[in-house]
C-alpha cells in the first residue's frame, strides 16, 4: 500500500486581496498542499496564524512594509516549526540578511513563477532553505565576513558603546531601518546615521549587522 501523501498547510499573508485569491488557487491545486488561512496584516495577525497552526506562513513584499521581521521573529518564538517564506521581493541584500536573520528560510524575487512558488512550499517543509542563486552567493559572503572578524570578537572586552548607540544595535538587531529608528526615537535619519557610523568605526567594520552580532558574542545584548 502506498505511503499516504504528507499535506502542508499553508497560511497567506498578503495585503492586496486578488494576490491572495491567486496565490489560494494556485496551491489548492495541488493534492498535497491546503491553505488553512489568507489574511491581510493587521494587529491580530499573529493570534489568526496561530489559531490555523500553519506549516508554511507565505507571506508578500507588501505585507512585510507593515510588518517587518519583527513580526516574523515573533512567530518564531511561539510558533514552534513554522516555516516563513516571504515571496515578490526585491534583489535587496540587506533586506535579504535581516529576513535571514529574522528567521525566513525561503525567499523568492517578485519575478519568481508559480512553480518556484510551490517548489519552495515543499522545499522548506522537507528541511530546506531557498535563494536565489545571486543572494545566496550574498549569505555566503556575510558568513565568510563573520569568520574573518572572529579574532577580533575576541580579543575585545567592550567596544565602549554609548548607552544610545547600545539601544541601536538592539533595534538594528529587530531589522529596523534608519529612517524607521529615528522615527521611533524622535530623532533626525542623519543622527541616527552619525551613531551607526561610530558605532561600526568603534567595532572595526563597515556592516551594521557585524555590530549586532560582535555585540552578541560580547554579551553585550541578548
Keep these: 500500500m502506498a505511503d499516504a501523501v504528507q499535506m502542508i498547510s499553508v497560511f497567506l499573508l498578503a495585503q492586496n486581496r486578488l494576490l491572495r485569491e491567486a496565490l489560494a488557487r494556485i496551491l489548492s491545486k495541488k493534492s498535497d498542499i ?14 489568526q496564524i496561530l489559531t490555523t ?17 519583527q513580526v516574523v521573529s515573533e512567530m518564531q ?14 534583489h535587496d541584500k540587506d533586506a535579504f540578511l535581516r529576513s535571514v536573520q529574522s528567521g525566513v528560510v525561503g525567499y523568492l524575487l517578485k519575478d519568481a513563477s508559480a512553480v518556484e512558488v510551490i517548489a519552495a512550499v515543499r522545499s522548506v517543509v522537507s528541511g530546506e532553505a531557498v535563494c536565489p542563486p545571486n543572494l545566496c552567493l550574498t549569505l555566503f559572503e556575510y558568513v565568510a565576513r563573520q569568520c574573518a572578524q572572529v579574532p577580533n570578537f575576541q580579543i575585545r572586552a567592550s567596544l565602549g558603546l554609548t548607552r544610545r548607540e547600545q539601544q541601536l544595535v538592539k ?9 524607521e529608528i529615528a522615527a521611533q526615537l524622535n530623532l533626525s535619519e542623519q543622527t541616527v546615521k552619525n551613531h551607526v557610523h561610530r558605532m561600526l568605526r568603534k ?3 563597515s556592516d551594521r549587522l557585524a555590530v549586532v552580532q560582535l555585540c552578541r558574542t560580547q554579551g553585550l545584548m541578548a
Design 34 to 47: 491546503r491553505v488553512v488561512g489568507a489574511a491581510p496584516f493587521s494587529e491580530q495577525i499573529v493570534e
Design 171 to 179: 533595534m538594528i538587531g529587530l531589522g529596523l531601518t534608519n529612517k
Design 53 to 69: 497552526a500553519p506549516d508554511v506562513l507565505l507571506t508578500d513584499s507588501a505585507a512585510m512594509e507593515f510588518t517587518d521581521t
Design 77 to 90: 518564538k511561539v510558533a514552534s516549526g513554522l516555516k516563513i517564506v516571504m515571496i515578490g521581493m526585491e
Design 203 to 205: 567595532a572595526g567594520t
